[in-house]
């Protein structure tokens, strides 16, 4: 398992059009996704479990990435955060 602490950067946080992407992103790999924000866990290929954080700008949030291709879904799932998200 492994895991990476990300910052939200975009002035609307993590809304509709981002957290399709990021669930978009997870569904590409085998490995069991999380998110997780204020101690609340959910599965990353979930758009709703995702919109239901309402994760706003300058929040930490915490991946983790649990499976046989979780180092490559952590380095994706990261350079959508960087790329729509900063």
Request: charged fraction near 20%; hydrophobic fraction near 40%.
């Amino acid at each position: 398992m492994q895991e990476k602490t990300f910052t939200i950067t975009s002035e609307t946080g993590i809304h509709a059009r981002p957290a399709t992407l990021l669930v978009n992103k997870a569904g590409q790999f085998n490995s069991e996704i999380e998110l997780t924000f204020k101690e609340k866990k959910v599965n990353l290929k979930s758009i709703m479990g995702v919109m239901s954080l309402g994760v706003p700008q300058g929040a930490q949030v915490v991946i983790t990435a649990d499976g046989n291709d979780e180092e490559a879904a952590l380095e994706g799932i990261q350079e959508v955060l960087e790329n729509h998200l900063s």
